[in-house]
């Protein structure tokens, strides 16, 4: 498995934005895809945005059009872009991966985002 090491969250008033990154110790080559899922309190945890090796994503209706996923494969990161963000936003954001071969899955330790209204 992959240790993933999420950064950049914070708290933010409603309409701001965040980028979160998230490191991974090793080639992110391997791992197809990746994505940004969120936990809020009392709430089950969801799929906020995936991106494959080639660049193929994924977005969760909440959030399309105002989060960006990305990678940078030489930089072994994967970053979320999160624009006009919402109180209804607030969660912890993991990063997730998911092995080519074995389709083991890693998780983060997650960061916290807060928008205030």
């Known amino acids: 498995q992959v240790q993933l090491v999420e950064s950049g969250g914070g708290l933010v008033q409603a309409g701001g934005s965040l980028r979160l990154s998230c490191a991974a110790y090793?080639?992110?080559?391997?791992?197809?895809?990746m994505g940004w899922y969120r936990q809020a309190p009392g709430k089950q945890r969801e799929m906020v945005a995936t991106?494959?090796?080639?660049?193929?994503?994924n977005y969760a209706d909440s959030v399309k059009g105002r989060f960006t996923i990305s990678r940078d494969n030489a930089k072994n990161t994967v970053y979320l872009q999160m624009n006009s963000l919402k109180p209804e936003d607030t969660a912890v954001y993991y990063c997730?991966?998911?092995?080519?071969?074995?389709?083991?899955?890693?998780w983060g330790q997650g960061t916290q985002v807060t928008v205030s209204s």
């Open positions: 997730n991966a998911v092995h080519v071969y074995s389709r083991r899955t890693s």
């Open positions: 090793g080639s992110i080559l391997t791992y197809n895809p």
């Open positions: 991106i494959t090796s080639g660049g193929y994503t």
